[in-house]
């Protein structure tokens, strides 16, 4: 007889930095619940205002403010969440949110004292910071002659 394999609903965070170039990973995270998933995204979302201009954001603050509610029932109703920022002030970039309902099987060599071997040849990805400074758009000569 064989035994359950133990699942674990949850979710599935990320964030990517799209340019003309390539794509970034910048963060990806597991998270246990609705809220910790919005908690994070809230955060992340506040941090980057900055590179924003006013009217940009202005409807990020409202949905921080009061759309993340609406994103709450969605994510713990089981729909996706995608919430993407185009600065102006840096033209080409998307910075790209996504949440998702998924389920979390267990490790099968997963040692609660210690990390399994593959996690040791795993990179960090780019932190979203280090992606936004090292991104530099076009400049006009160079758009011009493409």
């Not at 965070?13 to 340019?19: H, K, S, Y």
């Not at 006013?54 to 949905?63: G, I």
């Amino acid at each position: 007889m064989t035994r359950p394999v133990p699942v674990r609903p949850g979710f599935w965070r990320e964030c990517l930095l799209v340019t003309p170039v390539a794509d970034t990973l910048g963060a990806s995270y597991d998270a246990h619940t609705a809220g910790e998933t919005l908690r994070w995204l809230r955060i992340v979302v506040r941090m980057l205002q900055s590179v924003l201009t006013d009217d940009e954001a202005e409807p990020v603050t409202v949905w921080l403010l009061f759309g993340h509610r609406r994103s709450h029932a969605d994510l713990a109703q089981g729909r996706p969440l995608e919430l993407i920022l185009r600065p102006s002030r840096r033209p080409g970039l998307e910075v790209r949110f996504a949440a998702r309902p998924v389920i979390f099987l267990p490790l099968a060599d997963r040692d609660l004292r210690r990390l399994p071997e593959c996690s040791q040849q795993w990179a960090q990805p780019m932190s979203v910071a280090t992606a936004l400074t090292q991104y530099a758009p076009p400049t006009r000569v160079a758009a011009e002659q493409r």
